[in-house]
C-alpha cells in the first residue's frame, strides 16, 4: 500500500464544527451556574458536537487505515498539522462535560483525551523543531496545540478535581505561549501576508486567553486575584485586535475553516459570563446575556451558511 499523501485542511478543519458548539456549550454552561439559565441549550449543544465528533473520527479513522502513513502525514502538512490537535481537544470538552453524568469513567476518558493530545503535541514539536516546517508556513493555528490545548487541558483537569495536574498544564500553555507566540508574532510582522486559508486561524489570537482565562479561574475559585486579572487584561486587547482584523476577515469567502472563528467566540463567551458573574458591576446580567446571545447567534449563522452552501454546491 503506497503512503497516503496528506488530506489536510480539508478534513482536520471539519472539527472545527464540534470544537464550536462544544464551546458555545460551555458558555451556556456558565450562564446556567450564574444566570440560571435552563440546560437544554448546552445539553443540546454537546449533544450535536458529541455526535457530530463521532461520525467525524469514524470517518477520519477508518479512511486513515485505508492509506498507510495518512495521520502522520496530516501532522506534516505545513498549514493544516497544528489542527490534528481538534481531535482530542473535542474529547477533552465532552468528556469533562459528561463527567458529572458518569463520574468514574467521565474522568478516565478525560485524563485519556489529554494524554491522546498530549502525544499529538509532542509529535507536532518534535516535527517543528527539526526543521519540518518553513518559517514562511507559520500561521497563527500553530498556537492551537500546545498554548490553547493545554489550557484546555487544565480546564480538563479542574473538572475532575485533579487541581496540581490542571496547574502543571496551565504552566505547559504559559510557556508556549510565550515561545511559540513570539515565534507567530515574528512571522507575521516580518513574513509578508498569510494565505488567505491561514488567516482564520488569527483568531488562535483570541482562544490563547480566553482558555487561560478560564482555566485559571476554575483553578482557582474565589476573588479575582492579580493574576487573573492581567489575564483578563491580555484578554480584551486580544478581543480589540479581532475588531480591528473585522475588514481583513469580510475580505475572506466563506468556507468551513470560518468554523475555526466559532470556538475563540464560545471560549471568550464563556469567560465573560463567569467574570461578570465575580463582579459587581451595575447590569452585568444584561451584559452577560447580551454577549451569550450574540455568541450563539454568530455561531448559528455560521451553521445555517454551512448549511445553505453545502445544498448549493460547488460552483
Known amino acids: 500500500m503506497p503512503p497516503a499523501a496528506p488530506s489536510g485542511m480539508p478534513a482536520l478543519s471539519r472539527f472545527g464544527v464540534p470544537l464550536g458548539l462544544a464551546g458555545l456549550g460551555g458558555g ?3 450562564a446556567r451556574s450564574t444566570l440560571g439559565s435552563p ?7 454537546y449533544g450535536a458536537a458529541g455526535s457530530l465528533w463521532l461520525i ?3 470517518v477520519y479513522v477508518f479512511r486513515g487505515l485505508r492509506r498507510k502513513g495518512a495521520f502522520r502525514a496530516d501532522l506534516r502538512h505545513e498549514l493544516a498539522g497544528p489542527f490534528a490537535s481538534f481531535i482530542p481537544l473535542v474529547g477533552i470538552l465532552l468528556s469533562a462535560h459528561y ?3 458518569l463520574p468514574p469513567w467521565g474522568a478516565w476518558l478525560c485524563m485519556a483525551f ?16 527539526t526543521g519540518g516546517v518553513s518559517m514562511q508556513s507559520i500561521h497563527p493555528g500553530y498556537l492551537l496545540p500546545v498554548v490553547a490545548g493545554s489550557f484546555v487541558a487544565s480546564i480538563g483537569f479542574s473538572s475532575i478535581h485533579a487541581h496540581d495536574a490542571a496547574i502543571a498544564a496551565f504552566g505547559i500553555g504559559a510557556f508556549f505561549w510565550l515561545v511559540v507566540g513570539t515565534v507567530v508574532t515574528v512571522r507575521l510582522m516580518t513574513g509578508g501576508e498569510l494565505p488567505a486559508a491561514a488567516k482564520t486561524g488569527l483568531s488562535a489570537y483570541l482562544a490563547a486567553p480566553a482558555t487561560a482565562n478560564i482555566a ?5 475559585p474565589g476573588p479575582l486575584g492579580a493574576v487573573q486579572l492581567g489575564l483578563t487584561g491580555v484578554l480584551l486587547i486580544m478581543v480589540l485586535l479581532q475588531v480591528m482584523l473585522l475588514p481583513e476577515y469580510r475580505k475572506l469567502p466563506f468556507t468551513q475553516m470560518f468554523w475555526v472563528f466559532t470556538f475563540p467566540v464560545g471560549a471568550t463567551t464563556n469567560y465573560a459570563i463567569r467574570w461578570l458573574a ?4 451595575p447590569g452585568r446580567e444584561i451584559y452577560a446575556w447580551t454577549v451569550l446571545g450574540l455568541a450563539t447567534a454568530f455561531t448559528l449563522a455560521v451553521a445555517a451558511r454551512t448549511a ?8
Request: charged share 10%; glycine share 2%; no cysteine.
Open 39 to 45: 440546560a437544554w441549550p448546552e445539553e443540546i449543544l
Open 114 to 129: 489529554i494524554a491522546a493530545l498530549a502525544l499529538v503535541a509532542a509529535q507536532l514539536l518534535a516535527h517543528w523543531v
Open 28 to 30: 451556556w454552561s456558565a
Open 99 to 101: 463527567s458529572q453524568y
Open 278 to 281: 465575580a463582579t459587581d458591576l
Open 308 to 315: 445553505t452552501t453545502a445544498i448549493a454546491g460547488p460552483k
Open 216 to 220: 485559571w479561574m476554575v483553578s482557582h
Open 56 to 58: 467525524m473520527t469514524a
